[in-house]
């Protein structure tokens, strides 16, 4: 087991941790670090991967650190946002516990004072979002030429999120001779392409198939228009007492504020996590999310990254994701570490050929459900939308955007309507 190869400082943390029994990219993972090159993981969020990478590399750090008095940063972690650099960085310090290895967490959301001052004492470990690091070394901060290991965490993200120019430079500054770790979910053309440009002969270590979500996971769709789905989430929330702990992931922030806005009416805890909170905001919901306080949690995709909490009963993709390999990213928010999860996504009739690329992703033909108790509208959701003429294609502007035209529409027509027209001349 790979846990008993470990330092046995490291082995004291992860018993009072209660780590029993690896995870398959653990497993897998930690004697290929060991061995001291390049390795690319290809895993879900949720599989324990941050343990994969970080033991085995405190493994080698602690003997031949620790007697020296003199410090330089030998592991560097560069992760796409906030929440899962504190993630890692919580990971990193409950592990080194009984060590005096120093690490520290570098992202943006904060003042960079105390994070300059940490680069500045050399700490053994730094965890870090690409932009704030590259802002911190291009002002002369950090020592970064003794680093022995770089680690790329969600690197499919790190490349949506256009982070791989920032990568680029940072590298410039870290030694050639170096070991470099890269983790994604998924593994496509693109995020080929970046490995064959930092790492060197790697070795692949893919856990279940690729771009396959956790078995621990079920999935359904629910088809419904765009005006009914507030209304269904509601239904969802007061029909089962199952949705106790609940990710509701959307697409914009002013989406979240609104479906906020929407749950407190009818007296259903929740809060919002996007970019416009505070560092200060997003942590106090976390906080109260994980502390059951707060039953639903609404997060675009950006905010929700890095996102750990146990316990997650249900993660329900509101609004369709927009790339489909952000779909494996929410839903590997339930389902974690080997326990069961559901994950529901709301599709509408424009989401219909997104829905059949994800499929073929996935390799899954995800199953159609209906809500017991829900009322639908009457015309099925797949059905091809009738032919307009101009005029009745013109957007009403009393009635929100986001709703169909076709919603509460009469069977009959009026008796103005019924007049027949005259042409113009």
Same mark, same amino acid.
């Given at each position: 087991?790979?846990?008993?190869?470990?330092?046995?400082?490291?082995?004291?943390?992860?018993?009072?941790?209660?780590?029993?029994?690896?995870? /398959?990219?653990?497993?897998?993972?930690?004697?290929?670090?060991?061995?001291?090159?390049?390795?690319?993981?290809?895993?879900?969020?949720?599989?324990?991967?941050?343990?994969?990478?970080?033991?085995?590399?405190?493994?080698?750090?602690?003997?031949?650190?620790?007697?020296?008095?003199?410090?330089?940063?030998?592991?560097?972690?560069?992760?796409?946002?906030?929440?899962?650099?504190?993630?890692?960085?919580?990971?990193?310090?409950?592990?080194?516990?009984?060590?005096?290895?120093?690490?520290?967490?570098?992202?943006?959301?904060?003042?960079?004072?105390?994070?300059?001052?940490?680069?500045?004492?050399?700490?053994?470990?730094?965890?870090?979002?690409?932009?704030?690091?590259?802002?911190?070394?291009?002002?002369?901060?950090?020592?970064?030429?003794?680093?022995?290991?770089?680690?790329?965490?969600?690197?499919?993200?790190?490349?949506?999120?256009?982070?791989?120019?920032?990568?680029?430079?940072?590298?410039?500054?870290?030694?050639?001779?170096?070991?470099?770790?890269?983790?994604?979910?998924?593994?496509?053309?693109?995020?080929?392409?970046?490995?064959?440009?930092?790492?060197?002969?790697? @070795?692949?270590?893919?856990?279940?198939?690729?771009?396959?979500?956790?078995?621990?996971?079920?999935?359904?769709?629910?088809?419904?228009?765009?005006?009914?789905?507030?209304?269904?989430?509601?239904?969802?929330?007061?029909?089962?007492?199952?949705?106790?702990?609940?990710?509701?992931? !959307?697409?914009?922030?002013?989406?979240?504020?609104?479906?906020?806005?929407?749950?407190?009416?009818?007296?259903?805890?929740?809060?919002?996590?996007?970019?416009?909170?505070?560092?200060?905001?997003?942590?106090?919901?976390?906080?109260?999310?994980?502390?059951?306080?707060?039953?639903?949690? !609404?997060?675009?995709?950006?905010?929700?990254?890095?996102?750990?909490?146990?316990?997650?009963?249900? !993660?329900?993709?509101?609004?369709?994701?927009?790339?489909?390999?952000?779909?494996?990213?929410?839903?590997?928010?339930?389902?974690?570490?080997?326990?069961?999860?559901?994950?529901?996504?709301?599709?509408?009739?424009?989401?219909?050929?997104?829905?059949?690329?994800?499929?073929?992703?996935?390799?899954?033909?995800?199953?159609?459900?209906?809500?017991?108790?829900?009322?639908?509208?009457?015309?099925?959701?797949?059905?091809?939308?009738?032919?307009?003429?101009?005029?009745?294609?013109?957007?009403?502007?009393?009635?929100?955007?986001?709703?169909?035209?076709?919603?509460?529409?009469?069977? @009959?027509?009026?008796?103005?309507?019924?007049? /027949?027209?005259?042409?113009?001349?």
């Amino acid at each position: 087991m790979p846990f008993t190869q470990l330092h046995s400082r490291l082995q004291q943390a992860l018993d009072e941790l209660k780590f029993t029994k690896a995870t /398959p990219i653990q497993e897998r993972a930690i004697p290929k670090v060991m061995k001291g090159g390049d390795v690319i993981g290809i895993a879900q969020t949720g599989t324990g991967k941050t343990a994969a990478f970080l033991l085995p590399l405190l493994h080698a750090l602690i003997e031949r650190t620790e007697a020296k008095e003199t410090r330089h940063t030998r592991i560097l972690v560069i992760a796409p946002t906030r929440e899962l650099v504190s993630q890692i960085q919580e990971n990193c310090k409950a592990f080194c516990k009984y060590t005096n290895l120093r690490s520290a967490a570098i992202h943006g959301g904060i003042s960079d004072k105390g994070q300059i001052d940490k680069l500045n004492s050399s700490v053994d470990i730094v965890i870090a979002t690409p932009g704030r690091l590259l802002d911190l070394v291009e002002r002369g901060f950090g020592k970064f030429g003794q680093v022995d290991a770089l680690v790329l965490d969600e690197a499919d993200r790190m490349l949506d999120m256009g982070f791989i120019p920032d990568i680029r430079t940072i590298c410039k500054k870290l030694p050639k001779s170096r070991q470099t770790l890269l983790f994604s979910a998924t593994m496509n053309k693109q995020v080929e392409s970046i490995t064959k440009e930092f790492l060197h002969s790697p @070795t692949i270590v893919e856990v279940d198939r690729r771009a396959n979500p956790a078995e621990t996971i079920q999935q359904s769709i629910y088809e419904v228009y765009e005006h009914q789905k507030i209304d269904l989430l509601k239904h969802l929330l007061a029909s089962s007492h199952t949705f106790y702990s609940v990710i509701v992931f !959307v697409r914009t922030r002013h989406g979240a504020e609104d479906l906020i806005q929407a749950l407190k009416a009818d007296k259903i805890s929740a809060e919002a996590i996007h970019g416009d909170k505070k560092q200060g905001q997003r942590r106090r919901a976390l906080k109260d999310f994980q502390a059951g306080d707060v039953r639903v949690l !609404v997060a675009t995709d950006v905010a929700a990254r890095g996102i750990d909490i146990s316990g997650v009963t249900h !993660v329900i993709n509101f609004d369709f994701p927009e790339h489909s390999e952000d779909y494996i990213h929410r839903i590997g928010r339930t389902g974690r570490a080997e326990q069961e999860g559901e994950a529901i996504t709301f599709t509408t009739p424009q989401n219909q050929l997104a829905l059949r690329k994800l499929e073929k992703l996935i390799r899954v033909t995800l199953p159609r459900k209906r809500a017991e108790g829900f009322h639908y509208d009457k015309q099925p959701v797949h059905a091809e939308p009738k032919r307009r003429n101009k005029k009745q294609e013109k957007p009403n502007h009393h009635q929100s955007p986001s709703k169909f035209s076709n919603k509460n529409k009469p069977n @009959t027509r009026s008796s103005r309507d019924s007049k /027949p027209k005259r042409k113009r001349r």
